[in-house]
């Protein structure tokens, strides 16, 4: 009898280079020993052991070949793999150094045909200069060491090219809330197995950042998938749907088990599409939209009119700017949906009664001890009044 499983074996692909192998449980398990890797909570790192799964985000990324795909939190390389295999060119960012020095070498041994650069931002012509060792080389390279063979410095990018001279793969070592720009082609797509403690502000901070994006696919714990894509009135819908919603279009797409991970998690996992569509048409500036929508959840289940009366200076205020933007003072935060909340920050702006706002800082660390269901709208909650620290 035929199986009604979906197949998983990749399509064939003009830019796929043949003979691409993902990682197994095995290799993982490898790889780590040998790098001395051990997955760490502070980075809330648990890497994937499963290619059905890896195949599946790509395929639900809807990834084309030739594309440019950013990925965050490589880790030891199974999503990465997987991207390559789809025939698209990765830029990987990384925060982990050793994970970041070990990517390439796991990469040129499981690609054909890849070998490393040490060119400039293109996308790896001839001129980036000339290749540098061989898969083993990149692997045990020092990053800070020219003399291996990999760039100078800490942030040098570190690139694989085909025989073409087009980056495949290239390697930024650092911190994804401190990445401005990305070298070679803009990304169109952002596809990754997201930390689950910084999972919401690095997918918030790379839509603001990269307007090129029009579409992610990423992996998260299971209730922040959850909050990214709950519609008005639902009881998930919170500070993070809301400020999801003012970039993207979001919806849950599939659960993932806690058996595909190395180590096993204790939560389960899902996967959520985003893609871009135009913020609300409004003249307020989006931190002013933003600032509303953290008043509104700064305490939960309180009417509209209370919760906004400290940022409008008044309930009387917070009431007539409601009523002007069409939305029933007596409402809570959780049945506005993004679009009102740009209208009543409008209107607030009109009466000037919206204080000077800071920008989001998305890179500020949350409280240690906080607990995960609660890490997304902590880590969203950060734009202030001016002077309110």
């Known amino acids: 009898m035929r199986s009604t499983e979906p197949d998983d074996r990749p ?27 051990r997955p760490t909570k502070t980075l809330g790192q648990n890497f ?29 390389g199974s999503l990465t793999l997987g991207l390559l295999e789809a025939g698209a060119d990765v830029v990987a960012v990384e925060i982990d150094p050793v994970l970041a020095r070990l990517l390439p070498g796991t990469v040129a041994r499981h690609v054909p045909g890849l070998t490393p650069s040490t060119g400039g931002p293109g996308a790896g012509s001839s001129d980036d200069g000339p290749a540098v060792g061989s898969p083993d080389d990149v692997a045990g390279a020092d990053p800070d060491d020219a003399t291996d063979g990999v760039p100078a410095g800490p942030d040098a990018p570190v690139r694989l090219v085909d025989a073409t001279g087009r980056a495949r793969l290239t390697v930024v070592r650092a911190d994804a809330l401190a990445v401005r720009a990305l070298p070679g082609p803009a ?15 690095v997918l918030l901070t790379f839509l603001e950042r990269f307007a090129s994006l029009d579409r992610a696919l990423v992996m998260v714990q299971a209730e922040v998938a959850d909050r990214l894509a709950a519609p008005p009135g639902s009881r998930t819908y919170g500070v993070p749907s809301v400020k999801t919603a003012w970039w993207a279009a979001a919806r849950r797409t599939a659960t993932v088990g806690r058996a595909v991970f190395w180590p096993v998690p204790n939560v389960y996992s899902a996967l959520v599409r985003l893609d871009r569509r135009r913020p609300p048409t409004t003249v307020a500036t989006r931190e002013e939209v933003f600032a509303v929508v953290d008043a509104a959840f700064a305490q939960r289940r309180k009417m509209l009119r209370s919760a906004l009366a400290g940022l409008a ?20 935060g959780e049945q506005v949906d993004v679009a009102a909340y740009a209208r009543v920050a409008e209107h607030l702006r009109a009466r000037g009664d919206l204080p ?18 609660l890490l997304a709208d902590d880590v969203l909650a950060r734009t202030r009044p001016a002077g309110d620290g």
């Open 187 to 201: 990304p169109t797509a952002l596809v990754a197995n997201l930390p689950y403690n910084v999972s919401v502000p």
């Open 11 to 37: 399509a064939e692909q003009p830019h796929a280079p043949a003979g691409v192998r993902l990682l197994g449980p095995a290799d993982i398990r490898e790889l780590a020993a040998r790098a001395g890797v």
């Open 313 to 332: 200076g008044s309930a009387e205020a917070a009431t007539a700017a409601l009523e002007a933007a069409g939305v029933d003072p007596r409402t809570r």
């Open 48 to 76: 994937v052991l499963d290619a059905g799964t890896v195949r599946k985000i790509v395929r639900q990324a809807d990834v084309r070949p030739g594309e440019t795909v950013v990925e965050v939190g490589p880790g030891l």
């Open 356 to 373: 000077a706002t800071d920008p989001v800082d998305l890179s500020a660390d949350p409280p240690a001890d906080l607990p995960a269901d």
